[in-house]
């Protein structure tokens, strides 16, 4: 009796690997044509009579400060009128991450015990010199990150630099003084966040935006640090999932995981 369940479960097996190969060919195929039957309907590349060239550029400089409230026009294009393709840019980081985390972990790079090679927190001219330069580099990864509708900065630049002050703070105190306050958990719960906010948030204004329906977020008053509409927090979401990525990325490279 067993000897034939196993060989139904062996049958089953070989009928259900059949079934989602078939399947999934069946699917890319129709990814495929469904966005080569899109980019079928594009203009073609170069042409200055499309929207791209003659219009876009334009509606850019010279509506930009009015619609978005950003005198940043690069972040009022990225974060606004092109808000999702930032959205996918942070998407792509937080997979990389994901997917780094999942290849380290069955590998031996993870499994074997390593020590610490260089205990650079046992260096005391480091350490004190940090006491001075990381709260410098926080404190201006802050400042980049909420002007960066108002000034040259924002989300990306923003969140590198607190990334790079995280890792030198892990270098000059060692990794367990900021795994006090930013454990694993907690990054993946700030990333998660951010994305869902970030997604949830642009999805209210291209709705309102889209279909004529009364907004309560508005541009503001351009110039004020409480302007810009949205930016600014989607900025702020954009700076939580760089920082966490990158910080997270010298966890994952630096002792082989995140303990």
């Not at 495929?32 to 042409?47: A, F, M, N, Q, R």
């Not at 790079?109 to 260089?118: E, G, I, L, N, T």
């Not at 927190?121 to 201006?140: A, E, G, Q, S």
């Amino acid at each position: 009796m067993t000897q034939k369940n196993n060989r139904l479960t062996s049958a089953y097996r070989r009928i259900y690997r059949r079934v989602y190969m078939v399947l999934s060919i069946v699917l890319c195929i129709f990814i495929i044509g469904t966005l080569l039957w899109t980019v079928s309907y594009l203009p073609p590349y170069g042409d200055t009579n499309t929207p791209t060239h003659n219009e876009v550029a334009d509606r850019y400089v010279s509506q930009g400060l009015t619609e978005t409230g950003a005198t940043n026009i690069v972040a009022g294009m990225i974060l606004d009128y092109r808000a999702f393709d930032t959205l996918g840019e942070s998407f792509v980081l937080f997979t990389a991450f994901c997917s780094c985390l999942i290849i380290l972990q069955g590998s031996e790079f993870v499994k074997q015990h390593r020590p610490d090679k260089y205990r650079t927190f046992d260096d005391n001219i480091l350490r004190y010199t940090m006491y001075v330069i990381v709260p410098m580099v926080m404190l201006f990864g802050v400042y980049v990150l909420l002007n960066g509708h108002l000034s040259p900065g924002g989300g990306f630049s923003g969140g590198a630099i607190l990334g790079a002050g995280l890792v030198l703070m892990s270098l000059a105190f060692g990794h367990n003084t900021v795994s006090r306050f930013l454990t694993p958990h907690r990054i993946r719960v700030i990333t998660c966040c951010s994305l869902c906010f970030y997604c949830l948030a642009k999805s209210y204004s291209f709705f309102t935006g889209a279909n004529g329906l009364h907004s309560i977020i508005g541009p503001g008053v351009a110039g004020n640090i409480l302007s810009g509409g949205l930016i600014l927090p989607l900025n702020i979401a954009v700076g939580c999932v760089v920082a966490c990525t990158m910080y997270s990325f010298y966890c994952l490279f630096e002792r082989g995981d995140l303990k």
